[in-house]
């Protein structure tokens, strides 16, 4: 009898361990703002050697993330601007207001790498530069959008840029126009032009109509690992992630 009971307590413990040992290596499943993804990137390996934990990650714009989750879709952790989150904390679907905040980052003028450099220090300087361009793109669904849009319509030339627009549904398609010389100048955020190639930052917008864009994450209210989904986050909003967040051009929370 006592031979069966060790037998089973053996086999209790290698069960247990095994138990412990899936719950370690299980993915946290991760939906994240094309706008600080090279921040994420950037500290991916530390984030996963502090919680012990594989990052799966999906990056797209935050309105797509946003959809994606109103229709249902799982994850344990989400990073997007704090407005967002906080929407979706009202509906239910991720926990902590607003969230915890990372960063901050404004819109940028994007130009293929080489190319001439046009002074944009001013509004009338913008101005000129965009009427004397052949074509410029940026994204309808970005977080940049409403700050391009506004600076358009301050500087009255609203109706000259819809014809010499081309509208991509993400940065990466805006940038990679860019890069393939299609476009004169490519609008989206700061932190999403430094990091792609073959196209460099001409110039942030002028202050007159620069606009921040503030992202935060949180845990999802039906996160199969919170604790985990939780960590992450402290990560990237503690001051570890400081140089990253300075060097991809954002500025800390």
Do not use: W
């Amino acid at each position: 009898m006592s031979k069966r009971i060790g037998i089973g307590l053996a086999f209790a413990c290698a069960l247990l361990f095994c138990q412990r040992v899936a719950a370690q290596g299980a993915e946290v499943h991760v939906l994240v703002s094309n706008g600080i993804k090279a921040v994420v990137e950037d500290l991916r390996p530390q984030i996963e050697h502090a919680i012990g934990h594989p990052l799966a990650l999906e990056y797209k714009p935050t309105s797509a993330l946003q959809k994606e989750i109103e229709a249902g879709a799982q994850f344990d952790a989400v990073i997007v601007t704090a407005e967002s989150i906080g929407q979706m904390s009202k509906e239910g679907k991720t926990l902590g207001g607003e969230g915890t905040p990372i960063s901050r980052v404004g819109v940028g003028i994007g130009i293929p790498k080489g190319a001439a450099r046009p002074d944009v220090s001013t509004p009338d300087a913008v101005k000129r530069a965009m009427l004397n361009a052949k074509a410029v793109a940026y994204g309808p669904s970005g977080a940049s959008y409403p700050y391009i849009i506004k600076m358009f319509e301050a500087l009255g030339i609203t109706d000259a840029m819809k014809a010499k627009t081309v509208f991509f549904d993400n940065s990466d398609g805006t940038n990679g126009a860019l890069a393939d010389g299609k476009v004169d100048f490519g609008f989206t955020l700061v932190s999403e032009i430094l990091p792609f190639k073959g196209i460099e930052l001409l110039a942030p917008f002028p202050p007159q109509f620069q606009g921040y864009v503030r992202f935060a994450g949180a845990v999802s209210a039906n996160a199969k690992n919170p604790e985990a989904a939780a960590a992450m986050i402290k990560v990237l909003a503690g001051p570890d992630a400081l140089a990253s967040i300075k060097a991809r051009g954002m500025e800390p929370h």
